[in-house]
T-cell receptor, first 112, second 116 residues
Framework: QKEVEQNSGPLSVPEGAIASLNCTYS??????FFWYRQYSGKSPELIMF????GDKEDGRFTAQLNKASQYVSLLIRDSQPSDSATYLC????????????FGTGTRLQVTL | DTAVSQTPKYLVTQMGNDKSIKCEQN?????MYWYKQDSKKFLKIMFS???????INETVPNRFSPKSPDKAHLNLHINSLELGDSAVYFC???????????????FGPGTRLLVL
């Protein structure tokens, strides 16, 4: 079982719709959760992090965390073509000295 | 005002050669990392240094040797390059040694290594 799992996609949504990206993790000791966006040929850039159960909103982005279900998601409202990228879920267990464990990423395509 | 920079951006070399990739950060961070992203885009940590001290060393062949001359620099030297070493190597940095709840890692632009 992979430590962090994501559906590789592509996930295709029309412009203006809500994109829902999901991630599950296996280590119950995971305490911080991150969503990175990576455009093709570019480096990952942080979108949001979350560490408490519930929702966290930042502009068009909402991260949702459910530690009991070991599940974290990212919602993108009013999706734009510029949101088309690969979204990487990453987790940290604070007992492992800043080690970010990444999922394989979900490729999102926002269509016109 | 590049925060995390890497050189070279592209590296094409023959099997068996030795090569180095350099990384510098001007963010004043204490911790630096090397990640490898393979052809399937899976990003995996290789090493982490905090104030020149090695704190993470994943299962990486000993042909890979990181060196941190100071806390702003973390270089990666690779001996006897193999075809399977072809990948994109990302350097990153963050402020804290032990992950705070909101720790952010900032990534460099990547070095695309192709071993022929």
């Amino acid at each position: 079982q992979k430590e962090v799992e994501q559906n590789s996609g592509p996930l295709s949504v029309p412009e203006g719709a809500i994109a829902s990206l999901n991630c599950t993790y296996s280590d119950r000791g995971s305490q911080s959760f991150f969503w990175y966006r990576q455009y093709s040929g570019k480096s990952p850039e942080l979108i949001m992090f979350i560490y408490s159960n519930g929702d966290k909103e930042d502009g068009r982005f909402t991260a949702q965390l459910n530690k009991a279900s070991q599940y974290v998601s990212l919602l993108i409202r009013d999706s734009q073509p510029s949101d088309s990228a690969t979204y990487l879920c990453a987790v940290i267990n604070t007992g492992t000295a800043s080690k970010l464990t990444f999922g394989t990423g979900t490729r999102l395509q926002v269509t016109l | 005002d590049t925060a995390v920079s890497q050189t070279p951006k592209y590296l094409v070399t023959q099997m068996g050669n030795d090569k180095s990739i350099k990384c510098e950060q001007n963010l004043g961070h204490d911790t630096m990392y090397w990640y490898k992203q393979d052809s399937k885009k899976f990003l995996k940590i290789m090493f982490s240094y905090n104030n020149k001290e090695l704190i993470i060393n994943e299962t990486v062949p000993n042909r890979f040797s990181p060196k941190s001359p100071d806390k702003a620099h973390l270089n990666l030297h690779i001996n006897s390059l193999e075809l399977g070493d072809s990948a994109v190597y990302f350097c990153a940095s963050s402020q804290e040694r032990v992950a705070g709840l909101g720790e952010t890692q900032y990534f460099g632009p990547g070095t695309r290594l192709l071993v022929l």
